[in-house]
């Protein structure tokens, strides 16, 4: 099942206080010492971008970073620098609030952005790098997990750590079917490629997401992006949990790789208009298109509800999309979106369902999206619509 992560952008203030200089003669000012450490953190990108390693030694002291800096061997890197956000200082020791910013040569189109706190010593006049880590409450880079094996696709670059090469060849060949298959139903307006990362295991997965591994056990596999990003945006990241992937059979993975990549593949046109019943349905709907899979081999928890006499009496609501409560009742919220998008495609034909999320999408705000969208695109009401759904769950499900 897929994940959403909807960026967020937060406002600061920034005051600037100025600080009392000590020591015989003072010394350095803030915005002096401020140069110097952008100098510094300028020096420290350069070297590992272009891999020399004693350039890189030179800029930290007891060896910060270094790891990382071998774990990064196979990375194809375009770009990668800092910008220096703010500078806490204490004597000869100080705190460095940073901006990274990356690139993957040939899958990235800007930069990926993630907030860095550095520590920082000064010696003989120079600054040196103690640390570099996440800032508080965000998460780690996989580089940070171990060393990065990386294979090349078709349409694909999978990043994994404590995984053998065949392993991530085996997702590479799940992403280069998805890729296809994703603009054959949803078009040609995206980059048409994938980048996957797979950590080593659900404790890993939830650091690369800054979260608690008890919300993302049993899910298969999410996707970090900015809803409304535009095409020039980084290119979205898969993430895996190889614990719960690993007990998929073929068939689900290539289902899960699928729906990840229609979420890669629609995120220009996911706003905060969209609702969940929608975004996630019409991925679960790319998914098993062409598959031959039935409503009741599909939709087996909505089965067993439609079955008992439960008929939802609506859609979907987003609060039911959670990772944090009942497995039975987020599949049925899955399925149910699944079914609603089946629909649309059965009765007004796929092109029509294409132009509902696009239609849908382009509301600035929920208020209205839906009811216009079914308006304009599909000649109904919300009423009806739901009415309609509702009839087509009986009619496959019971």
């Not at 800007?110 to 920082?120: E, K």
């Not at 970090?224 to 993975?253: C, H, K, M, W």
Request: aromatic residues 8%; proline residues 4%; hydrophobic residues 40%.
């Amino acid at each position: 099942m897929a994940g959403r992560r909807r960026a967020s952008r937060a406002g600061f203030s920034l005051v600037l206080l100025f600080a009392v200089l000590v020591g015989c003669g003072g010394g350095a000012g803030p915005d002096h010492a401020s140069a110097e450490v952008q100098r510094l953190l300028d020096r420290r990108a350069d070297a590992l971008l272009v891999r020399d390693e004693p350039a890189f030694r030179a800029t930290g002291q007891q060896d910060a970073g270094v790891t990382e800096f071998g774990n990064l061997d196979n990375v194809p890197l375009a770009a990668w620098s800092y910008r220096l956000t703010g500078l806490h200082r204490s004597g000869e020791r100080a705190t460095a609030d940073a901006e990274l910013r990356y690139r993957i040569d040939g899958y990235d189109h800007a930069p990926v952005t993630a907030a860095r706190t550095l520590t920082l010593t000064h010696r003989d006049g120079t600054w040196y790098v103690v640390s570099d880590k996440p800032a508080k409450k965000t998460g780690e880079q996989l580089w940070e997990q171990g060393d990065v094996g990386v294979v090349r696709g078709k349409h694909s670059i999978v990043l994994g750590v404590g995984q053998s090469q065949e392993a991530l060849r085996g997702y590479a060949d799940l992403a280069d079917h998805a890729v296809p298959a994703v603009t054959n139903a949803w078009g040609t307006d995206w980059a048409g490629r994938d980048v996957v990362l797979v950590p080593e295991s659900l404790d890993d997965m939830a650091g690369l997401l800054g979260a608690s591994a008890s919300g993302y056990r049993g899910i298969a596999a999410v996707t970090t992006g900015e809803a409304g990003g535009s095409v020039q945006a980084p290119a979205d990241r898969i993430i895996v949990n190889p614990d719960a992937y690993g007990v998929l059979g073929d068939f689900g993975r290539q289902v899960v790789l699928t729906h990840e990549t229609t979420h890669v593949a629609t995120r220009a046109r996911t706003t905060a208009a969209t609702p969940l019943w929608l975004s996630e349905g019409y991925a679960d709907w790319i998914g098993y298109r062409g598959s031959g899979r039935t409503a009741t081999q599909a939709a087996p928890e909505l089965q067993r509800a439609v079955v008992d006499g439960q008929l939802p009496a609506g859609l979907p609501e987003d609060s039911a999309f959670g990772f944090s409560g009942s497995a039975t009742e987020l599949a049925k919220a899955y399925e149910g979106g699944w079914m609603a998008c089946r629909l649309i495609a059965d009765r007004w034909g796929e092109v029509r369902l294409n132009d509902f999320y696009r239609a849908v999408g382009g509301h600035k705000k929920r208020p209205g999206a839906v009811e216009d969208a079914l308006r304009d695109v599909l000649g109904t009401t919300p009423e009806k619509f739901t009415a309609q759904w509702r009839d087509y769950l009986r009619a496959q499900l019971g």
